[in-house]
């Protein structure tokens, strides 16, 4: 892999799922092989288990030196401690942003408890990745666009897909990022439909979509093949791959 | 095949192997019927005189369980398809006691997925599939 490359959504820890390669020498590795510069990292036992063992785990494991950075997992189900765990790590130059997963929290995007997290995060002027995988997830995600215009909401997995391969989802996703100018896509997802990533191009620009690669959980050969195959220049890629990132994450 | 139009019956699908057609595929990701369907399972008994593959969509847990329960011994591959993470523990138990069951790699999307499924169940088990046009061709080549 020549062209460079950060990955803006990528996680650090095991799932409850039959994948071995999900410690920090995993990740190096997966770096090493795909030519990542740097990857951004949230906890998935933050996400699924116990927020506060899990960015605690997360924070002793990085390494910015190798390009490992994270961020802060936060659950409005535990407004006051989302705060805590906020004030805690946002600050540190290790964490980039602020990562939000509606599905495993049970808790909306457009939320009343996720708009006060945001609101008291919005100071450090980090970015916030927000899992969305449906149509109402976008349309949350435009909701905070339009009410918090300095904060850049990253939109994981760019709404999603679903089994009908009509694109709804991620089609959605791309009108959102074509309205609002702090929303930016990010590309992983399981089902990769042929066509997405140039139609994001066409209406958004790539100035505004980053790789991710979900990986511990996905293999990032599978979104970096989507890229590399898909119909775009190469300074798009390169883009999508490296410069974006590097720009938004400050690194 | 769609189950709910032909009934299960062969007249139709010996005509389409003469025309040269390599496989029967079920897109259980489209025309959600269940496998406990009758005209379905009547299709899976008697593809046993067709020796061809059988390939089928993976809509969620347990369709493959009860997919390797009705075609078990019937003396054709079934090659899942659309197999990604929530899949793996399925395939590998499944796979074990059943030789006649395959894994397709469009969906196979974890980091060590092909690793994994070398060292429980074989290589030779794995078989290549891109899902194009739907979906990306280097996503499935790439790794």
């Known amino acids: 892999m020549s062209i460079p490359i950060i990955d803006a959504h990528a996680h650090y820890g095991k799932w409850f799922l039959p994948i071995y390669a999900s410690d920090m020498r995993s990740i190096k590795d997966l770096m090493l092989r795909f030519n990542m510069k740097a990857a951004i990292c949230s906890s998935s036992k933050a996400i699924v288990y116990n927020l506060i063992e899990g960015n605690r785990e997360l924070f002793q494991s990085l390494d910015p030196s190798s390009g490992i950075y994270g961020y802060v997992t936060v659950n409005p189900n535990y407004l006051e401690l989302s705060k805590d765990e906020t004030k805690r790590y946002l600050e540190l130059p290790e964490f980039r942003g602020v990562k939000f997963?509606?599905?495993?929290?049970?808790?909306?995007?457009?939320?009343?408890?996720?708009?006060?997290?945001?609101?008291?995060?919005?100071?450090?002027?980090?970015?916030?990745?927000?899992?969305?995988?449906?149509?109402?997830?976008?349309?949350?995600?435009?909701?905070l666009a339009k009410r918090f215009g300095g904060v850049k909401f990253i939109m994981g997995h760019m709404g999603g897909t679903e089994t009908s391969w009509t694109g709804k989802n991620w089609k959605s996703a791309i009108s959102a990022s074509s309205e609002y100018s702090n929303i930016y896509l990010?590309?992983?997802?399981?089902?990769?439909?042929?066509?997405?990533?140039?139609?994001?191009?066409?209406?958004?620009?790539?100035?505004?979509?980053?790789?991710?690669?979900?990986?511990?959980?996905?293999?990032?050969?599978?979104?970096?093949?989507?890229?590399?195959?898909?119909?775009?220049?190469?300074?798009?890629?390169?883009?999508?791959?490296?410069?974006?990132?590097?720009?938004?994450?400050?690194? | 095949m769609d189950p709910r139009a032909y009934l299960g019956g062969l007249d139709e699908i010996e005509e389409l192997r003469k025309r040269g057609f390599r496989a029967v595929r079920l897109f259980t990701e489209f025309q959600s019927y269940p496998i406990d369907y009758a005209p379905l399972l009547r299709l899976f008994k008697n593809l046993e005189s067709m020796d061809l593959p059988l390939l089928i969509y993976n809509t969620g847990y347990g369709l493959m369980t009860k997919v390797v329960r009705e075609t078990?011994?019937?003396?054709?591959?079934?090659?899942?398809?659309?197999?990604?993470?929530?899949?793996?523990?399925?395939?590998?138990?499944?796979?074990?006691?059943?030789?006649?069951?395959?894994?397709?790699?469009?969906?196979?999307?974890?980091?060590?997925?092909?690793?994994?499924?070398?060292?429980?169940?074989?290589s030779s088990r794995i078989i290549f599939g891109s899902g194009i046009p739907l979906n990306y061709f280097e996503s499935s080549s790439y790794g």
């Open chain 1, 186 to 251: 990010e590309i992983c997802m399981t089902h990769l439909e042929a066509g997405k990533i140039e139609e994001a191009v066409e209406r958004v620009g790539s100035q505004r979509i980053l790789y991710g690669s979900d990986m511990t959980l996905l293999n990032p050969a599978h979104t970096i093949g989507m890229i590399m195959s898909s119909e775009i220049s190469k300074e798009d890629k390169e883009r999508i791959f490296y410069i974006n990132a590097k720009g938004l994450f400050k690194i």
């Open chain 2, 72 to 122: 078990r011994g019937r003396g054709y591959p079934v090659i899942m398809l659309g197999c990604s993470y929530s899949a793996l523990s399925e395939f590998i138990v499944l796979s074990v006691e059943n030789p006649h069951l395959y894994i397709e790699t469009s969906l196979l999307d974890t980091p060590d997925a092909f690793e994994l499924l070398t060292r429980k169940v074989g």
């Open chain 1, 101 to 143: 997963h509606t599905t495993y929290s049970g808790v909306p995007i457009d939320s009343k408890e996720f708009r006060e997290l945001i609101e008291y995060a919005e100071p450090y002027d980090k970015p916030f990745l927000l899992h969305t995988y449906s149509q109402k997830d976008v349309r949350d995600v435009e909701n």
